[in-house]
C-alpha cells in the first residue's frame, strides 16, 4: 500500500492505495467523483480526460501516485456552484451530446484546448486538437460548435454561463 496526497477540485485528499491504482479508479471508486468516465482503458477515447497541474490527461493511463501532490480538476471541479462553467453552458446550449458518455472529457479537453491555445480557435484547430477523444454518437459538428462558442465565452467574447438545473 502507499498513500497518495492531492488536491483534487480545490479539496485536500489523502488515502491509502494500492500502488498500481489509476487516477481514474481512485477518482471514481476512492472519491466518489464519478463524472470521469472510463471508456477504452488504453488512452485512446478520451472519455476520462482530466486536468492534472493545469493540463489535461487521460487518468486511465496515468497513476494514482503520478498525481501525488498534484492539483487534480474533474468535471465536476469545473462548475461554479450552480454556476455552469462557460465550456459546459455552451455545450449544454449547442447540443454537444448525444449519451454523454465522452462528454466529460471532451469538455476537459476543450477547457484545456483554449487554456493553451485562447479563445479564436478555428474549426481545423477544435477538430485537430479533439482527435484523441471520440464520441460514437455524433458527427461532431454540435462538439465542434459548442466549442468555439465555449472558447469565445472563456477568452471573454461572449458570456454563456448558466445555472445548473
Do not use: W
Not at 463524472?35 to 472519455?47: E, F, L
Not at 486511465?60 to 492539483?71: H, S
Not at 478555428?122 to 466549442?147: P, Q
Amino acid at each position: 500500500m502507499a498513500i497518495v496526497s492531492m488536491t483534487v477540485n480545490g479539496k485536500a485528499v489523502t488515502a491509502d492505495i494500492d500502488p498500481r491504482t489509476l487516477l481514474v479508479q481512485f477518482l471514481r471508486e476512492h472519491l466518489r467523483l464519478t463524472g470521469t468516465h472510463v471508456g477504452c482503458d488504453t488512452s485512446q477515447c478520451g472519455a476520462c480526460v482530466v486536468h492534472m497541474n493545469g493540463a489535461a490527461v487521460k487518468a486511465c493511463t496515468t497513476l494514482a501516485l503520478q498525481a501525488d501532490g498534484a492539483a487534480v480538476t474533474t468535471i465536476e471541479g469545473l462548475a461554479d456552484g450552480a454556476d455552469l462553467h462557460p465550456m459546459q453552458a455552451a455545450f449544454r446550449e449547442h447540443h454537444g451530446l448525444q449519451c454523454g458518455y465522452c462528454t466529460p472529457g471532451m469538455i476537459m479537453t476543450a477547457v484545456d484546448m483554449v487554456n493553451r491555445l485562447g479563445g479564436d480557435l478555428s474549426e481545423e484547430t477544435i477538430r485537430a486538437e479533439l482527435e484523441g477523444n471520440i464520441c460514437r454518437c455524433t458527427g461532431y459538428h454540435n462538439i465542434v460548435r459548442a466549442v468555439e462558442t465555449g472558447a469565445k465565452a472563456m477568452a471573454g467574447g461572449e458570456p454563456v454561463r448558466q445555472a445548473a438545473e
